[in-house]
């Protein structure tokens, strides 16, 4: 590694992603940028990035698909505030260094652009650090990487030490092909320089095309240092072009981050049978089996253990609490009311189903089929068997019979249904909502309750049971 890391540097960092081209090899509709990896678009990932860089600006440079992806990005950082998002448009696409020329009207002077690539969604932060401190606002810093089979890059080619230029593979002589260091798509230069090279770019070369590339030959002639960053994690500057290495990337990303949760001491099952899409925080001594899924924001509180084959999104789940396998738990937005909470020392599943705006006090019990929707259990409640709760509100210590269930919609209307503390609800009752169950009540097995209940007493609503002794069946 050539660099000078030691000159600090106070240069605004302004960010330019190239996301202009097509991805024909993904074979989708979508814009290649717009597909996800670990729960987040790549181009987000990218931006995201940038965002932990503290740039002053982003530009995406869009072409296929702008309009989509410039939508997705909207929503997607319109919560984040702070950030300076811009978009320029690169039609038709004529190459990266065309590409780049797009963005010159929104560059500033003073600041060091860095350009990274919409479809490169794992370099980290702290690299592009250190390729902006070698870049130290008057050089042309490089990342670079050795690749065994450098074949389809553009080698880096110095003479001695010194960075002379970049040639692309369709350029380049049979000796250059031979050289292993290539340029991996991400540089940090001076804006103010960078202008002026991008002005003196030209097409005269195998591909037709402007390449970004050729600003090295320019910083050279003009004096100006060029310096290669090299690295040596191939993930960091790999590309997604299609569905393979898309999944190998992903691969790469939960591995790195199982790495990161064992690190802080939670226990997988296996680490490479864990999917985090989205942020998954642990206290101590979270154990997690096999095959699962975490999406949005799920945190772990002291203790908890999640069972084999369960998907979890946006939930808090405290202290204690058992998710036993294969149970889905889907909280809606988190930090909003749909988001999913499970109380200390509750026992979820297996097979149980929570559903946004669950929200489930200490030592709940959910067992095996049973849903819960938009309804609140206090603390000790239980539903264990084949049961639904959809808009419900239930006491401390109520005991909801197997097959028991909520219906809180008319065809045009959501009700609630409320069960004060202490209710025992018997097997296969129908709560038709609005209705309340008064505290401490006993509701018989099978009935259909559509009045409210006083508090204490014992309600049946369901045909009274006759015999008839000795019965003889029809017979032929
Ligand atoms: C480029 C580099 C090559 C480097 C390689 C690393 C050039 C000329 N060559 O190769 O030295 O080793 O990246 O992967 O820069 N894009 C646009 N508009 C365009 C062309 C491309 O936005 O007109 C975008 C693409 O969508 C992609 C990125 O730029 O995100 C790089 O383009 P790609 O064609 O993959 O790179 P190469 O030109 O092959
Ligand atoms: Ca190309």
Known sequence: ?????????????????????????????????????AGRTLVQHVVDT??????????????????????????????????????????????????????????RDDGIVVVLSGDVPLTQA??????????????????????????GYGRIVRVGDAVQAIVEQKDATNEQRRITEVYSGIMAVPAAQLKTWLARLDNKNAQGEYYLTDIVKFAVADGVPVVAHKIADACQVAGVNSPVQLAELERAYQHRLARQLMEQGVRLADPARLDVRGSLQCAQDVSIDVNCVFEGQVTLGEGVRVGANCVISNATIAAGAVIHPFTHIEGGKPGSKDAVEVGAGALIGPFARLRPGTKLGAEVHIGNFVEVKNSTLAKGAKANHLAYLGDATVGERVNYGAGSITANYDGA???????????????????????????????????????????LALTVARGRQISIPNWKRPSK
């Open 50 to 107: 940038a965002t932990a860089l503290s740039a002053r600006q982003v530009t995406v440079i869009t072409g296929h698909g702008a309009d989509e992806v410039e939508n997705a990005l909207n929503t997607s950082t319109s919560c984040s505030g702070q950030l300076v998002l811009n978009f320029v448009r690169q039609e038709p696409q004529l190459g990266t260094g065309h590409a780049v020329q797009q963005t010159v009207p929104v560059l």
């Open 126 to 151: 702290d690299t592009l650090q250190q390729l902006i401190a070698a870049c130290a606002g008057n050089q042309l810093a490089l990342l670079t990487i050795d690749f065994a089979d450098p074949s």
């Open 1 to 37: 590694m050539t660099g000078n890391s030691s000159n600090t540097n106070t240069s605004p960092v302004d960010v330019v992603i190239m996301a202009a081209g097509k991805g024909t090899r993904m074979k989708s509709k979508l814009p290649k940028v717009l597909h996800q990896l």
């Open 413 to 455: 209307f959501k009700h609630r249904t409320i069960i004060e503390a202490d209710v025992h609800i018997g097997s296969n009752c129908v709560l038709i909502a609005p209705v309340t169950i008064g505290a401490g009540g006993t509701v018989g097995g099978g009935s259909t309750l559509t009045k409210d209940t006083a508090p």
